[in-house]
């Protein structure tokens, strides 16, 4: 997919201003290993990460939205350039990648196959140098599916920091998302304050960039 610049290059903020499709792989052989940091997305199936990648990113179009979900199982990577300014004024540009992990929760899937989306899954986490921190994505309407708690304390036992990233936060009234961000915070206790997301108003974007950035430029890796 060719490389799209958007126009706010000109924010002081962190943004992203360039992001393109750059590899799909299946095994620990193909992993990319060029010393950039990696920023990976993991959901349930159809929990919105797609768009909010695409939110991400201001890219209609760069991780596929589909309705129709558990086609082939690939390990996405997505070229990102970033750009932040440091106190002094000085612009920095960032080069890395999102990585896109395949979702859990299929229906009808088989115990066989759940054990090897996980080892599929352990694989890449523990032979990615480059990444840096892994967003749980949860449906901020349903913070308690027993899936989405098996799948974090999973995680969590695999060592890596861990952002929750509550989707399709436009679907709730302000009480009912204010209620369920603190259902959140119990039930994902230990990774730090999750972000309540809308891919179709964006709200959220800057505090998951603001999180991002923290890993991408040093700080926290
Ligand atoms: P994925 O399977 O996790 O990649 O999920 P998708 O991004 O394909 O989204 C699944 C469905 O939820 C699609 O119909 C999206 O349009 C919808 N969706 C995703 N994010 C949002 C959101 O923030 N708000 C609303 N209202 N719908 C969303």
Redesign the pocket.
């Known amino acids: 997919m060719a490389e799209k610049r958007n126009s706010n290059t000109e924010n002081t903020k962190f943004h992203i201003f360039s992001s393109a499709y750059f590899r799909s792989v299946v095994e620990r052989a193909q992993y990319v290993n060029d010393g950039k940091k990696e920023i990976a997305f993991i ?1 349930r ?8 990648i695409n939110s991400l990113c201001s890219r209609r179009g760069l991780a596929m ?3 129709d ?1 558990g086609k082939t199982r690939t390990i996405n990577y997505f070229a990102i350039q970033s750009r932040s300014m440091d106190k002094e004024g000085t612009g920095h540009r960032q080069d890395w990648y999102l990585v896109d992990l395949p ?1 859990y929760g299929f229906a009808r899937t088989s115990q066989k196959s759940k054990d090897s989306w996980s080892s599929f899954i352990a694989e890449y986490i523990k032979f990615s140098p480059g990444l840096v921190l892994l967003c749980l994505l949860i449906d901020l309407r349903h913070p308690g599916l027993p899936i989405d708690a098996k799948a974090y304390e999973w995680l969590q036992g695999l060592g890596l920091p861990i952002q929750i990233v509550c ?2 936060s ?2 709730l009234g302000t009480q009912e998302k204010q209620k369920n961000l603190r259902e959140v915070k119990r039930l994902f206790s230990g990774s730090g304050h999750p972000v309540a ?4 108003s964006h709200n959220g974007r800057d505090d998951l960039l603001h999180i991002i950035e923290q890993y991408v430029c040093g700080d926290e890796s």
């Open positions: 959901g199936s159809n929990v919105g990460k797609s768009s909010l939205v589909s309705r979900p979702g989707t399709k436009d679907k997301y809308s891919a179709i």
